[in-house]
Nanobody, 123 residues
């Protein structure tokens, strides 16, 4: 499955952005989906994940209460709504997919990755 993430941009602290991840080639409904991010000089880290039906989600502690992951299987798209953004949220955001039942926060569990979209939060 090919993934394409988009929706990044420059936003002031306290603002909001919604990222989208579109899938091509296969239907997403059989895949657990995740969002990860990588800041300059840092390792790629888990942000959020959602199971196949959308009924189970998982978040990194740093984004709980501010970010919401969702999916629309009919549109073959996964979303990441980001509110109350902070400068430390600045990173390249990647969507990822794994053919699985269980939600995972482990980067190595995911075997399909999009190209990333840059989010910059100014103070």
């Amino acid at each position: 499955v090919q993934l394409q993430a988009f929706g990044g941009g420059l936003v002031q602290a306290g603002g909001s952005l919604r990222l989208s991840c579109a899938a091509f080639g296969r239907t997403l409904k059989s895949y657990v989906m995740g969002w990860f991010r990588q800041a300059p000089g840092k390792e790629r880290e888990f942000v959020a994940a959602i199971n196949r039906s959308g009924g189970v989600t998982s978040y990194a502690d740093s984004v709980k209460g501010r970010f919401t992951i969702s999916r629309d299987n009919a549109k073959n798209t996964v979303y990441l709504q980001m509110n109350s953004l902070k400068p430390e949220d600045t990173a390249v955001y990647y969507c990822a997919a794994v053919y699985s039942v269980f939600v995972s926060s482990a980067r190595n569990d995911y075997n399909y990755w999009g190209q990333g979209t840059l989010v910059t939060v100014s103070s």
